[in-house]
């Protein structure tokens, strides 16, 4: 059985369209613009994934792991008084972060490196881009990182019965899901 994630890879080359074409004082809007999207569609991803295998632990475990991370983040950051880089209230941590590298620790934890190092990467982009945008201190994403890595830890375990991998295709991208009988 094969899933693509076709949505998902149709973001990304407008995304990568948009920041390779605008100019330079436009830059900082495409990188804030890329990480907000990215942030997204990493938990559409993971959510995706769960729904196209049929697995309703994981999908469970997600949820779980979803709610300990924002309930923490959100916690810290209505209790900790941090301004933003940019002026702002309530920078510790980086929400965008911790929910982005709980859905990457996910991925991984659950389907195996060959999902999760993209999504780690994608989940790094995110992080880079709050620290660039200027709505962040490279502590804010450290932490809102560990958070999500953590929350996902918590609860995801490996999913013995179906296996992701990537597609590469003459004309798609996507994950591919196998199941072993």
Not at 88 to 114: D, K, L, N, V
Request: net charge negative.
């Amino acid at each position: 059985m094969r899933h693509c994630i076709n949505r998902a890879n149709i973001s990304v080359v407008m995304l990568l369209f948009c920041l390779i074409f605008s100019d330079a004082a436009e830059a900082n809007d495409g990188v804030e613009t890329a990480g907000n999207i990215i942030q997204l569609v990493l938990p559409a991803s993971a959510t995706g994934l769960t729904l196209a295998s049929h697995d309703q632990e994981g999908f469970i475990q997600l949820t779980e792991s979803g709610i300990l991370t924002l309930g923490i983040t959100y916690g810290l950051k209505y209790t900790i008084s941090e301004t933003r880089p940019n002026g702002g209230q309530h920078s510790f941590p980086s929400g965008h972060s911790s929910t982005s590298f709980a859905s990457a620790e996910f991925i991984r934890e659950r389907y195996g490196w060959s999902c999760g190092i993209p999504a780690y990467l994608a989940a790094s982009f995110v992080g880079y881009s709050r620290v660039e945008s200027k709505e962040h201190y490279t502590r804010d994403v450290i932490a809102g990182a560990l958070i999500g890595i953590g929350s996902s830890l918590l609860f995801t375990s490996p999913n013995t019965q179906w296996n992701a991998h990537p597609l590469v295709g003459s004309s798609f991208y996507g994950i591919g899901l196998s199941r072993n009988w």
